[in-house]
């Protein structure tokens, strides 16, 4: 709570709350300069408080642009990129025919269910597999019986839980990564499949675009049969495939976790300075 965090600040350190999640500990007049990072506001009320913060990091112009919409802040937000390890590399491997791809959570925003109607149109033509990659979530049950209600329950395998090296090892070796989200702040996703140079399709809506850029076939995520179209294509079209391998790992190059980190740094000074540190 608030005084916790109290307790811990010292005037001579810069406080980092690393997620507007806990903005909630923000307050006026902190010992010492605060700086907050902000990744999305699907949750309103965490903006509420983040004028009382020296300066706000942003994970995308979206979520900046979306933040001074909804709050009078001291200092423009810092927009800085997240990064992903070194591990998330292509690899010499041979790709699993017919192998889609999702790693996500199970909340509305993340678009599930449309995955799955739009996996139902593409196994009428291809056998295709989805390994879905994410915690089990309130809403498994009522997935479960949506797989079963559209005949899909045998194409979908359900992952829980991968390690980060089984993780990569599914990207390097899928025919395509989805991401059909309403919403991202970012969306890692996107970067680690495309930093493995798996080919990706996406929405067009968000953040997402700003990110991926022209490194995935992005489309509207109400558009589920440009979806099924888009998979297909890719299962389909190898010249296509290779090539949206290969825009991906162009893309990738945009996102470095060294000039991230340089970033975040020039923001501690600053505040600091603007306090009169030394």
């Known amino acids: 709570n608030r005084w916790q965090l109290r307790l811990m600040e010292r005037p001579d350190r810069v406080t980092h709350i690393i997620s507007n999640m ?52 001291p200092r423009e937000p810092e927009v800085v990129y997240l990064a992903v390890p070194p591990v998330y590399r292509p690899a010499d491997l041979p790709r699993v025919p017919d192998r889609i791809l999702f790693v996500g959570t199970e909340q509305k925003r993340k678009n599930v269910e449309g995955l799955f109607r739009i996996l139902a149109r593409v196994v009428k033509d291809r056998s295709a597999t989805l390994v879905k990659v994410g915690h089990r979530s309130v809403d498994r049950a009522r997935l479960l019986a949506l797989a079963r209600e559209l005949g899909i329950d045998r194409h979908v395998v359900w992952r829980d839980f991968v390690p980060e090296e089984e993780l990569v090892r599914l990207y390097q070796t899928s025919t395509v990564a989805v991401v059909p989200s309403f919403l991202e702040g970012f969306s890692m996703p996107c970067l680690e499949a495309m930093s493995t140079g798996c080919p990706l399709v996406a929405s067009n809506v968000s953040s997402i675009p700003e990110v991926v850029g022209d490194g995935g076939l992005l489309l509207d995520p109400r558009d589920e049969a440009a979806w099924a179209d888009g998979i297909l294509r890719i299962f389909q079209d190898p010249r296509f495939a290779t090539e949206l391998s290969r825009r991906a790992q162009e893309r990738s190059k945009a996102f470095s976790a060294e000039r991230s980190a340089a970033q975040v740094m020039r923001v501690y000074e600053e505040v600091w300075a603007e306090r009169g540190g030394a």
């Open 22 to 73: 806990h903005s909630f500990l923000l307050r006026p007049h902190a010992r010492c300069p605060t700086v907050i990072s902000c990744y999305d506001l699907g949750p309103r009320w965490t903006a509420e408080r983040m004028p009382f913060a020296d300066r706000v990091l942003a994970s995308s112009f979206d979520v900046k642009r979306e933040l001074e919409s909804l709050v009078r802040l």
